[in-house]
Each structure stands twice: as C-alpha cells, then as structure tokens.
C-alpha cells in the first residue's frame, strides 16, 4: 500500500477553476467521485470552462502566443463538437469586484463550493487577468476529471459523447505545452519552473511533487530518544513518490511514463 503522505493531493493550493480554497483531498478519492457525476456536473463544467477560455483567449497576456490562442480555439471547437451537450453556452466563473477581490458567479463544478467573493492572490485572478500558471492549472485539472469520467464509461454518455470528451481532453493538454510551460516527468503538471538534477527540464519535477514528496531536503525533525538524547533527523524526500503512486488513475500519456519508470 502506498503511504498516503506521496500521493498526488487536489486543492493542494486553491480549486483551478473558481479560486475557492477547500480542504485538500486525495487525487484517487476526488476522482473516485467524478468517476460517479451526473451529467449535469459535467456539463456544467464544460460551460465554465469553456467561458474560462474565452477570458483567456480574449485577454491582454504578455505571455501568451499565437500558437497559444489556436489552442484555445482548439479547446472552444472541442466543446462545441460533444454531441450529448449541445448547446453548450460559456459562462465566466469569475466576476471582477475589485482590485483584491472577484465573484464566483455559481457553484463551482470542480471544489462544489458555493457562489461567493473570492480573495485575490498572486497566482489567481480573473480569467482574463490569469497568469500562465493559473491557466495551465486549470489545462492540467479539467484533463485529470475528464479521464475520471472517461474511464468510468457512464451510461448518459453515447460512444461518439466519449470519443468527443477525450478530443477535448487532448486539446486541453496540447494547449498546455502551446502555453511554453515545462512539463513535470513525473505527474504531468505544467509550471514555469521544474526541480532536480541539472537536467530538470527533462526529468524534474513540479511545486506540487516537491511539496507532496516530502518537501525541502532540508527539513529537519528534532527527537529525544528513550535515554533523554537529542536525536536530529532528515526529512524523508521522494519527489517521484506522487506520481508514481498514482500512475495507475493519471492519464496514459503520463501513467505509461510513470509504469515503465517504476519497473
């Protein structure tokens, strides 16, 4: 059994969709539960995160490219074209209210908190305003529910729904690399930066690994044993931990990595 302190944790920082900050929970128990959605959960996540890029795509980003944008005509042209969903009509999560704070306009598909203010942050804002971490977070989370309903196969969805879900669940990872993020080997999460061994951008790792492996290296714990003696210890690090705790629910372009780095 894998330890629970190296698995991959959702709402580890903030929902990537409305900002909300829940309690975090396993990756394997959230999905679970989307394996199980109603078709309204999911289509009300289509529509929000389909508004979601529209505010990206009509943003004034100094990161963002053109290669970027088609993508997220890409990810638009995807929701249009699942048929058990149509129409599907964008609606933006958020609403600005002031320079600190924005609305979460209803309750949220991802975190299910309800509607309400939401505070501002460094790497979360309105859709428009998103910073390139804060897109691919959202790029990144939506594919990983998709794959939760996917695997499932649920009995609302026809075989033509599901091939058009994981089109869209594609898009939303090629958007990811169009984004200019760099790619963690070992969950699939994209990020300005990963952490390592000098070559990194190959083999490193994200925030959120370096975080749920076991953190810094050099964290300490402090102990007395049983004669009285201070004892000082290391903290425990595996950064590969996560993902490799949970190859087995992680999409096949990063689990197949991560099962073949294992063995």
């Known amino acids: 059994m894998a330890c629970t302190e190296f698995q991959i944790y959702m709402f580890h920082f903030r929902c990537p969709l409305c900002g909300a900050e829940p309690e975090r929970v396993l990756l394997r128990d959230y999905l679970a539960v989307w394996a199980d959605a109603p078709v309204e959960r999911v289509s009300s996540l289509l529509s929000l995160?389909?508004?979601?890029?529209?505010?990206?795509?009509?943003?004034?980003?100094?990161?963002?490219?053109?290669?970027?944008?088609?993508?997220?005509?890409?990810?638009?042209?995807?929701?249009?074209?699942?048929?058990?969903?149509?129409?599907i009509t964008p609606v933006s999560p958020l609403r600005r209210i002031d320079a600190r704070s924005f609305e979460s306009v209803c309750q949220c598909p991802v975190c299910l908190q309800p509607p309400g203010?939401?505070?501002?942050?460094?790497?979360?804002?309105?859709?428009?305003?998103?910073?390139?971490?804060?897109?691919?977070?959202?790029?990144?989370?939506?594919?990983?529910?998709?794959?939760?309903?996917?695997?499932?196969?649920?009995?609302w969805a026809s075989g033509h729904t599901l091939e058009a879900m994981n089109r869209l669940r594609k898009a939303l990872r090629q958007a990811g690399h169009d984004s200019g993020l760099l790619e963690c080997s070992h969950c699939g999460r994209f990020g300005t930066c990963l952490y390592g061994d000098p070559t990194s951008e190959r083999n490193g790792f994200c925030r959120w690994c370096l975080d749920m492996g076991g953190g810094l290296s050099v964290s300490l714990s402090l102990n007395f044993d049983a004669d009285g003696r201070l004892t000082v210890q290391c903290g425990a690090t595996d950064y590969e931990a996560p993902g490799r705790n949970a190859w087995d629910i992680l999409p096949p372009e990063i689990a197949n990595r991560e099962n073949t780095n294992a063995a």
Do not use: S
């Not at 959202?138 to 499932?152: D, H, K, P, S």
């Open 49 to 87: 995160l389909a508004g979601a890029v529209v505010g990206m795509r009509g943003g004034q980003h100094r990161w963002t490219t053109k290669k970027f944008g088609k993508a997220c005509d890409g990810i638009l042209d995807a929701v249009a074209r699942i048929p058990d969903f149509q129409p």
């Open 117 to 155: 203010i939401r505070v501002g942050g460094r790497y979360f804002t309105t859709w428009p305003n998103a910073c390139a971490v804060q897109t691919a977070n959202l790029l990144y989370e939506v594919g990983l529910v998709l794959w939760a309903v996917l695997c499932r196969l649920p009995d």
